[in-house]
């Protein structure tokens, strides 16, 4: 297996409830390595571009709102085969069929505010992270 980077973000609703950290934990418990990370507010232009593949999905403007509602923490994660170890370690997109011990099992609120954001593939993976990092950002 290969070394990997995927792109995570901690959604407004878990910055709002303070729960960064437990979610940081679970992280790196799965063997990802923080390698950067930086809590911003997302501008609308920012919103929809990085959302901008879900634009015909009738959730879009409800979710371009969600994200812009509250500070995101937006971070670099790095190790073996990241991306996926990273999703498993997410879970399902709707918490109430994500399995147990996962983030959004434990973390989320519903199918929209459920707290983190992961890569789904390694190409998506490198265009999300450059579309928030600058490689000097970045310290492995
Ligand atoms: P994932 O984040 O698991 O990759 P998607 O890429 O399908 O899921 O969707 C992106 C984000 O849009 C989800 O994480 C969630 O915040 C929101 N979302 C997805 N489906 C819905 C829905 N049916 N209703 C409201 N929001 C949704
Ligand atoms: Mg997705």
Known sequence: MAIQRTLSIIK?????????????????????RIIAQKRIKLSQEQAEGFY???????F???????????????????GENAVKVNRDTMGATNPEEAE?????????????ANSVHGSDSEENARSEINFFFKDEEICP
Do not use: C, W
């Open 60 to 78: 879009y403007n409800d979710l371009v709102n969600f994200m812009m509602s509250g500070p995101v923490v937006v971070q670099v994660l790095e």
């Open 100 to 112: 147990e011990g996962t983030i959004r099992a434990e973390v989320g609120l519903s199918i929209e």
């Open 12 to 32: 407004p609703d878990a910055t709002k409830r303070d729960v960064t950290g437990k979610i940081n934990q679970m992280l790196e418990r799965s063997g990802l």
């Open 52 to 58: 901008s593949v879900h634009k015909d999905r009738p």
